[in-house]
């Protein structure tokens, strides 16, 4: 059984385009979390969801709207897309906002914008 | 603000050589403190963690040891394989930052048979 799952794998399209991702845990966790990851790996949080409440927003641009329809799901849908948003987008799962629990990380979605 | 340190890779080793992977921190508090794996084309994998001072984490004879006296958290394994060749990251949760975790660059480590 998959922990995090996220769709798509893969997702290429063209600048301008608006896209999704999806993401589901069935952990019955409480958190759910965006990372990002560059073409140098490294990697930062973009948002955080607490029962569906948003409770960490980095310096994101506003293009990129997180959505937690209930606390197994968080999509993150992306408008107008650019170059520089090509990277590979990681969800991560974790029991509550306490800093001793570990987070699960979904398989990543690498998305390039030609 | 808080931060991770961790040496600059890329690290290339014999099968059964010593790993050392060198991480330190900066943080106010007390953090938790992580090691994630990230194998070839997948997500990360928590490898292990230490939540308090001179806490030992270990998993798959992989070790660190959590100095404050220090602040680091340096990952070593006595006997690496060509199985562990993958990207580590040291990371850590502050004390009060509603567990968003702070990622080291990470280090590509690749083992030779």
């Known amino acids: 059984d998959t922990a995090v799952s996220q769709t798509p794998k893969y997702l290429v399209t063209q600048m301008g385009n608006d896209k999704s991702i999806k993401c589901e845990q069935n952990?019955?966790?409480?958190?759910m979390y965006w990372y990002k990851q560059d073409s140098k790996k490294f990697l930062k949080i973009m948002f955080s969801y607490n029962n569906k409440e948003l409770i960490i927003n980095e310096t994101v641009p506003n293009r990129f709207s997180p959505k937690s329809p209930d606390k197994a799901h968080l999509n993150l849908h992306i408008n107008s897309l650019e170059l520089g948003d090509s990277a590979v987008y990681f969800c991560?799962?974790?029991?509550?906002?306490?800093?001793?629990?570990?987070?699960?990380f979904g398989p990543g979605t690498r998305l390039t914008v030609l | 603000g808080n931060s991770v340190t961790q040496m600059e890779g890329p690290v290339t080793l014999s099968e059964e050589a010593f790993l050392t992977i060198n991480c330190t921190y900066t943080a106010t508090g007390y953090p938790s403190l992580f090691w994630y794996v990230q194998y070839p084309g997948e997500g990360l994998q928590l490898l292990l963690k230490?939540?308090?001072?001179?806490d030992k984490g270990s998993n798959k004879g992989f070790e660190a040891t959590y100095r404050k006296e220090t602040t680091s958290f340096h990952l070593e394994k006595g006997s690496v394989q060509v199985s562990d060749s993958a990207v580590y990251f040291c990371?850590?949760?502050?004390?009060?930052?509603?567990?968003?975790?702070?990622f080291g660059s990470g280090t590509r480590l690749s083992i030779r048979p």
């Open positions: 991560a799962s974790g029991p509550g906002t306490s800093g001793y629990n570990e987070q699960f």
């Open positions: 990371a850590l949760i502050g004390y009060s930052s509603a567990s968003k975790i702070i």
């Open positions: 952990l019955g966790h409480d958190t």
């Open positions: 230490a939540t308090k001072a001179d």
